[in-house]
């Protein structure tokens, strides 16, 4: 099963990535995930990413293409994976579109995951994740047992440092200027489908899965 997480930041999309991963034993492919591990082992692709990603902005295309096309051909993917994260413009879109033809293979589901602006600014400027094993925490909406510790591994947790206000507040403008376009480009196929993120983690998820069988 091949599936497409789509969804402004904060909506929950890596948070239901890692349970559709869990349950469904497919990878989450986040690209935020990849750009941040390469920016912090200092590699070229990092270096060519850092700046956008602390502003906000979006890395480019030709960068982000390349590493789906890459992480795609490899053994855990023959199975299936979620992209979470991405394609974020119709260009990365039109790009998939291509590899994913070039080996035979097809998206299954496409799920968009709504919430509202000012619940996407909460979300994302309590979130903390842990440094070990990944497990996402949020201030309110879901507290570790104790305070900066994970309850699943005892990892310490961090915060990402464009978890700030003013720069989630430009993600998500770029969110509708250039990722909110690429719905038009699958709404018209059979696989589109929304799912209300407003709601509790467990509701969402279990619509997920309704909805993957
Ligand atoms: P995204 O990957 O879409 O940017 P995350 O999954 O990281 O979003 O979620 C952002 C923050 O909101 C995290 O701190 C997470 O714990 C929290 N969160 C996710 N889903 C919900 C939900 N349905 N209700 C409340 N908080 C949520
Ligand atoms: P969130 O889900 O909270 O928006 P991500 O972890 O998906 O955050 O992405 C963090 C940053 O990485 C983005 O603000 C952007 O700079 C970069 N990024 C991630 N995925 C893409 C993509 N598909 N295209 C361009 N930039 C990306
Ligand atoms: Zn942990």
Redesign the pocket.
Known sequence: MNLILMGP??AG??TQARRIAERYEIPQL????M?RAAVKAGTDVGRQAKA??ES????TDEI?VGIIADRIGEADCARGFILD?????VA?AEALDAMLAARRLKIDHVIDITADTEALVSR?TGRSTCSQCGEGYHATHKKPAAAGLCDKCGGTLTTRA?DNEETVRN?LAVYHQQTAPVIDHYRNGGQFRTVDGMQQMDTVFAQLCEILG
């Open positions: 930041p904060g999309k890596g986040s690209t935020g995930d750009l956008a990603m906000g902005g979006l890395v982000v994260g991405f394609p974020r413009t990365q994302i464009d993600r």
